[in-house]
RNA sequence: GCCCCCAUCGACUAGCGGUCCAGGUCACGGCCCUUUCAAGGCCGCAGCACGGGUUCGAAUCCCGUUGGGGGCACCA
């Protein structure tokens, strides 16, 4: 495919609730697309009423898009207010006799007969009969354009070179592609991305999981993560390649390669992928991204522990979501755990541990380990009662590491608790 | 009902007529490692929706069927 040479694309969500994460991956390959050749991303909401809840979800999409990194160029746009723009392309139509009035309203005369077609970027050739296209309405009976005719006349007005959105905009081109040639503008190169759907097939709904992109970040996703794993949702440089930083994946993007097929979101596969970045940030990073996120979260932590246990955690989760459920026992207290026998080790480990010096996780795994033997427990069997004890799980960090952050004050008393 | 789009392992995909008894990743199963859980290593399971063509040769091209999805608004 030959690229004019200002590539200009636009996302253009409209302003109710949070922003949904298969817009995103739509707004993704814009950003990508234009990125990679050098032109510009413009950000366009199409809201046809203005309001306080509409100023507040412009607000959210904004840090929803800055947040997960795709970027937009130039200021945005509202098109709410070029309804009086488009009110007047209407009456020029109607001057011309390409469009007329029917009941207060104006409806565009479409052909009868041939058919319009345009060479869809990601589906190639895509035509329709004219005839079953309807004259459709330009502007309502009460004077606001419908977004079928403020759509493409935007997309004229903003100089769009290609115009990349959801399949389920493809009825909806041969039209806009008319209205486009009835007023003389350049037709953008149109490219119509699959859909995303849950783990069941369905459209990706609450129920399946979350789908806003704040619930992502609450949850504890990456942002890089994210991207990534969105770019791959339908698109996919060569089959081997899984892991591209935001700069690969701008080189390596092509609407060709875009799949024609819908897919589906694999929370799964995104907790993996997060979890692979997790483990690819450096000690300090991980340990810099944990404490924003709880703070974010509105945990008030020490942030000193909270530094001391990230290395603890680095390869045991898989998103800063998992991390108060698995170490919250550095923070709070614990349960005592009912144990059903185990109590001889609690009570020899607590005595082991009463004087030890240093406390350190070096020195508590010898006397511990010394312990276990001393008792003829196996590894697997004689740590989990003091585990337990210890952190209220049968699942937690390391051990020993966890004991000396925990300090030997609040160790002896958590195991005199369980019965030591 | 009419129009349009789609169809490779459970999932995301590679494949664009021979290099494919179909490759990679997630998930799943097994083994190793191991203080739990992870991580890591090794091995494995599993797919071209179906039926016709075209061709010396088809996952790849064409037609049909079936199955999904979207649209047919004075919604966006």
């Given at each position: 495919?030959?690229?004019?040479?200002?590539?200009?694309?636009?996302?253009?969500?409209?302003?109710?609730?949070?922003?949904?994460?298969?817009?995103?991956?739509?707004?993704?390959?814009?950003?990508?697309?234009?990125?990679?050749?050098?032109?510009?991303?413009?950000?366009?909401?199409e809201?046809?009423?203005?309001?306080?809840?509409?100023?507040?979800?412009?607000?959210?999409?904004?840090?929803?898009?800055?947040?997960?990194?795709?970027?937009?160029?130039?200021?945005i746009?509202?098109?709410?207010?070029?309804?009086?723009?488009?009110?007047?392309v209407?009456?020029?139509?109607?001057?011309?006799?390409?469009?007329?009035?029917?009941?207060g309203?104006?409806?565009?005369?479409?052909?009868?007969e041939?058919?319009?077609?345009?060479?869809?970027?990601?589906?190639?050739?895509?035509?329709?009969?004219?005839?079953?296209?309807?004259?459709?309405?330009?502007?309502?009976?009460?004077?606001?354009?419908?977004?079928?005719?403020?759509?493409?006349?935007?997309?004229?007005?903003?100089?769009i070179?290609?115009?990349?959105?959801?399949?389920?905009?493809?009825?909806?081109?041969?039209?806009?592609?008319?209205?486009?040639?009835?007023?003389?503008?350049?037709?953008?190169?149109?490219?119509?991305?699959?859909?995303?759907?849950?783990?069941?097939?369905?459209?990706?709904?609450?129920?399946?999981?979350?789908?806003?992109?704040?619930?992502?970040?609450?949850?504890?996703?990456?942002?890089?993560?994210?991207?990534?794993?969105?770019?791959?949702?339908?698109?996919?440089?060569?089959?081997?390649?899984?892991?591209?930083?935001?700069?690969?994946?701008?080189?390596?993007?092509?609407?060709?390669?875009?799949?024609?097929s819908?897919?589906?979101?694999?929370?799964?596969?995104?907790?993996?992928?997060?979890?692979?970045?997790?483990?690819?940030?450096?000690?300090?990073?991980?340990?810099?991204?944990?404490?924003?996120?709880?703070?974010?979260?509105?945990?008030?932590?020490?942030?000193?522990?909270?530094?001391a246990?990230?290395?603890?955690?680095?390869?045991?989760?898989a998103?800063?979501?998992?991390?108060?459920?698995?170490?919250?026992?550095?923070?709070?207290?614990?349960?005592?755990?009912?144990?059903?026998?185990?109590?001889?080790?609690?009570?020899?480990?607590?005595?082991?541990?009463?004087?030890?010096?240093?406390?350190?996780?070096?020195?508590?795994?010898?006397?511990?380990?010394?312990?276990?033997?001393?008792?003829?427990?196996?590894?697997?069997?004689?740590?989990a009662?003091i585990?337990?004890?210890?952190?209220?799980?049968?699942?937690?960090?390391?051990?020993?590491?966890?004991?000396?952050?925990?300090?030997?004050?609040?160790?002896?008393?958590?195991?005199?608790?369980?019965?030591?």
């Amino acid at each position: 495919m030959s690229v004019p040479p200002h590539v200009t694309t636009r996302m253009a969500p409209s302003p109710t609730g949070l922003l949904h994460i298969g817009g995103v991956r739509t707004f993704l390959f814009n950003y990508l697309f234009a990125r990679q050749h050098g032109g510009q991303n413009r950000l366009r909401i199409e809201n046809t009423d203005t309001g306080r809840e509409v100023a507040a979800a412009v607000e959210q999409i904004q840090e929803s898009l800055r947040w997960i990194g795709i970027e937009w160029d130039g200021a945005i746009t509202f098109q709410l207010e070029r309804m009086d723009d488009c009110r007047r392309v209407a009456e020029q139509l109607v001057a011309e006799g390409k469009a007329y009035e029917d009941e207060g309203a104006i409806r565009f005369r479409m052909p009868n007969e041939g058919v319009t077609a345009w060479d869809d970027a990601v589906r190639g050739r895509v035509e329709v009969a004219n005839e079953t296209i309807e004259d459709l309405v330009l502007v309502r009976s009460d004077g606001r354009p419908t977004y079928n005719f403020a759509s493409p006349l935007e997309d004229v007005w903003d100089g769009i070179t290609h115009v990349i959105r959801g399949e389920d905009h493809i009825s909806n081109t041969p039209k806009q592609i008319r209205i486009i040639e009835a007023i003389g503008g350049a037709v953008p190169v149109y490219a119509h991305v699959p859909s995303i759907f849950g783990e069941d097939g369905k459209k990706l709904s609450k129920r399946h999981g979350a789908t806003g992109v704040e619930e992502f970040r609450a949850a504890g996703y990456l942002a890089p993560a994210l991207m990534n794993f969105l770019a791959l949702l339908g698109w996919a440089p060569d089959g081997e390649t899984t892991i591209m930083s935001r700069d690969e994946l701008v080189e390596r993007f092509d609407l060709a390669r875009v799949s024609s097929s819908p897919a589906r979101f694999d929370y799964a596969k995104l907790d993996w992928m997060n979890g692979v970045y997790l483990r690819a940030l450096s000690p300090d990073e991980f340990a810099q991204a944990l404490v924003d996120y709880l703070r974010e979260q509105g945990y008030d932590w020490d942030e000193a522990r909270v530094r001391a246990a990230a290395p603890l955690v680095q390869e045991k989760i898989a998103t800063l979501g998992e991390f108060p459920g698995f170490a919250g026992f550095l923070f709070h207290d614990v349960e005592p755990v009912a144990l059903d026998g185990g109590a001889d080790v609690v009570a020899a480990a607590r005595a082991a541990l009463a004087e030890l010096e240093p406390f350190e996780a070096a020195s508590i795994e010898a006397a511990l380990r010394a312990v276990l033997e001393r008792l003829g427990l196996k590894p697997r069997q004689g740590f989990a009662p003091i585990r337990v004890a210890i952190t209220g799980s049968k699942v937690s960090p390391g051990l020993f590491e966890s004991i000396e952050l925990l300090g030997r004050e609040t160790t002896l008393r958590r195991l005199s608790a369980s019965g030591g």
